[in-house]
């Protein structure tokens, strides 16, 4: 990865994206292996309104077999870029290579702005165990107001950490939901 000389304000920016960003919703389908995926329209719905609030924006644009992606902090002029090679079996193909470039572009953006979407590359369909890592509870985050109902309708605290990592003074919070 490569960076400005100083990227705080980029750092600070990311910290507020990420306070307001939520999950990306699987909208596309793949009939190959039968399972829903967050395509890169749904990725980028949900990111670009938050990132131009936050003063970030972000470019990707191949160059020979690598997509690079760039994150930029508009005012500051700060930026974080990252690389990834572009795996097609024939780059004289036109239609392989839009595929790589749109593929790459989608989990690029995935990663680098660390976003919560559940996608297992297939590996489900094909027969391979996942784990999928829990994500943290916390009062900003868009599920707490769900969360915090479920326990004042008489649900438990353990029925949410099926789903979510709480901390036990966020456990101690929605005790209090009763």
Known sequence: MKTSENITNLTKALFAFQGKVSSVKKSANNPHFKKNYADLTAILDVINPILQECGIFVTQHPHED????????????????????LRMKDANNPQQQGSAITYARRYALASIFNLNQED?????????KVTTAKEA????????????????????????EAKYIISEEYKVMLEAAK
């Open 66 to 85: 690598v997509l690079i992606t760039t994150i930029y902090h508009a005012e500051s002029g700060e930026f974080m870029q990252s690389e990834q090679v």
């Open 120 to 128: 297992d590359d297939a590996n489900s369909a094909s027969g391979h």
């Open 137 to 160: 509870l916390h009062p900003k985050h868009p599920m707490w107001a769900k969360a915090a109902e479920h326990v004042s309708k008489g649900g438990s605290v353990k029925d949410i």
